[in-house]
Every structure is written in C-alpha cells, then in structure tokens.
C-alpha cells in the first residue's frame, strides 16, 4: 500500500488524530498564556526579579520532555493532564521571555509622555506598552505553538493522544507509510500556526510602524 493510499484509506484515523493534537495544543496554550500574563506582570516590579525569572524559566525549558512526563506520572498520571501540565511549563519561557522583552523595550520617551499626560501605570502598560510589544508577544506565542505541537507528539509515549500515537503505532509495526502519513500531518499542521502567526506578526509591525506616520499627519 502506498502512502497517498494509506492517507485515503485512513483519512478518519488521521483526522482524528489530528483532533486530539489540536485539543491538547489549544487547551496548552490557553493555559500557558494565561500563567505567562500573571507571571508578567509581576515581573515587571523589579528588573531583578524578572531576570531571576527567565532564567529559572529557561533552566526549566533545558529539561528533556519524557523525564519530566516520568517525574509527573506517579502524580497526575498517564494522558491527557500530565502531557498538558509538562508543555505548560516549556512554554513559559518563550511567553516570559518575549513579552518582557518587547515591553522592556518600549522607548522610555514614551512612557514618560503618557504619565505626562496623566496616565496610571495600569494604563500605560495596557495604552501604550503592551500595543508597542505586541510584535514580540506574537513571536513568542508562535515559537510556543510550534514547541508545543512537537512536544504533544512525543506526549504519546504517556498516551495523551495526538499525531504522535499514529507515529508510535507506526513504529512499533514498521510501517513507513503510517509513520509518513504521522509525520506529514505534524509538520504540516506545524507549517500552518507558524504560517498564520508570521502574518499576524508581521501585520502588527505594519500597525505600529503606520501608526507614528498617522500621529504626524
């Protein structure tokens, strides 16, 4: 049987495998966005803490995926929660790093002309900071989708679901054409969300580079 006709024949095993990634993708990442927003936000009081921070964060990231799954098994367990708690994790420091970043690095001249005109720095963070870090906030948020969708295929060694279970069953019978029809969906759902955030990316720098050219006229 050859690959197109493997694809074919079981278009439903893929599509569905192709559900449950997604699944564990979406339920990652609006998890990790929420965690990295609250872990931002108190960074942003101390320069030092926010160091220490990302620093811890990126010690975490170095970590091998299947030896935190096996740390997190007798806990949580095989499946679904402890795949979704390790990729929760990895993804903090892209999250982290990035909106510290491009909120680090907002020109103070701005900053000082919004507290200037009587702004909180509530306000400023929400009217002036975070819009002007948006750019870095997306590339993180993009470089965390692709990380999570690659880890979410290794996730199948704990049975989480995904690609990746077609990918091991694959293996485990030495069929090259379920292994490629595995690999083609990751890396081509992959290829997708780095696509469609390079150009919501890539538009928000056109925003913001219009926008001081709309001030002046």
Not at 22 to 51: E, F, Y
Not at 72 to 89: D, E, H, K, R, Y
Request: glycine share 8%.
């Amino acid at each position: 049987m050859g690959l197109l006709s493997y694809m074919a024949t079981h278009a439903d095993d893929l599509l569905e495998a192709t559900a449950e990634h997604l699944m564990l993708l979406g339920a990652t990442m609006l998890i990790s966005c929420a965690i990295a927003a609250l872990i931002t936000v108190t960074c942003l009081r101390s320069r030092p803490l926010g160091n220490a921070v990302v620093e811890v964060l990126g010690a975490a990231y170095a970590i091998p995926s299947l030896a935190l799954f096996a740390l997190l098994i007798p806990l949580t367990g095989l499946g679904f929660t402890s795949a979704v708690i390790v990729m929760v994790v990895y993804n903090q420091f892209m999250l982290v790093r990035n909106a510290l970043e491009g909120i680090r690095g907002v020109d103070p001249a701005l900053i000082e002309a919004a507290r200037g005109m009587g702004l909180s720095d509530s306000q400023v963070l929400l009217k002036v900071q975070l819009p002007l870090a948006l750019p870095a906030i997306i590339a993180g948020v993009r470089l965390a989708c692709i990380s999570t969708v690659g880890i979410a295929t290794i996730a199948a060694t704990i049975n989480a679901g995904g690609l990746g279970m077609i990918l091991l069953s694959g293996l485990r019978s030495m069929n090259i054409d379920k292994i490629l029809a595995g690999t083609i969906c990751c890396a081509a759902l992959a290829l997708a969300l780095d696509g469609t955030l390079r150009l919501i990316e890539a538009r928000s720098h056109l925003v913001h580079r219009d926008k001081p050219g709309a001030a002046r006229r």
